[in-house]
């Protein structure tokens, strides 16, 4: 009879316990992308010492942890630029320093990561009085062989070998 008893009274109780809501779990807060505000000028002299230099925010809120790393290279010339790692000076600011040596059009990225999230926005830099004629023209596609990466990653249809690896293994579950 005990038995009977304590079942009648466990057994609502085990329900009710199991049908209470749960409170839902905070959703986890995805970083934003910082916000790179480029201070270089955009015309600088010949043999002079040329200030790198970027604000880093993210949410509003200056970025004094940041990783920033300037990349730099003449025009038509991606494979022969150097990366320039940045320094905090203070409130978000990062700055490096560079010589132009000769007339030329430069392009640099203030390659910048922040809470694990990567932002590279690009800047065209004209050093002395370069013949503007002679300026290749820059090529996002073709120049960018971080984005041309992930385009192909993305876009991989060069075999059929996932595809029919996939068939064979469904043939084998059925």
Excluded at 75 to 80: A, Q, T, V
Excluded at 101 to 119: K, L
Excluded at 144 to 164: E, K, L, P
């Amino acid at each position: 009879m005990k038995k009977w008893l304590f079942a009648l009274i466990a057994v609502p109780t085990l329900l009710v316990g199991c049908g209470e809501k749960k409170e839902a779990l905070p959703e986890p807060e995805v970083p934003q992308i910082p916000e790179v505000e480029i201070l270089t000028p955009k015309e600088v002299a010949l043999n002079e010492t040329i200030e790198l230099a970027a604000h880093v925010e993210q949410g509003g809120e200056n970025v004094d942890d940041a990783v920033v790393e300037f990349e730099v290279w003449e025009s038509g010339k991606r494979d022969e630029g150097q990366m320039i790692d940045g320094k905090l000076e203070q409130d978000g600011v990062y700055k490096a320093t560079t010589t132009f040596e000769h007339d030329g059009v430069y392009y640099m990225y203030a390659h910048t990561t922040a809470n694990g999230v990567h932002n590279m926005p690009k800047q065209q830099i004209i050093a002395g009085s370069p013949d503007m004629t002679k300026v290749v023209p820059e090529d996002e596609k073709a120049n960018n062989s971080m984005d041309n990466n992930m385009m192909d990653h993305n876009n991989d249809t060069s075999n059929g070998m996932d595809h029919d690896d996939d068939k064979k293994d469904e043939k084998n579950h059925h």
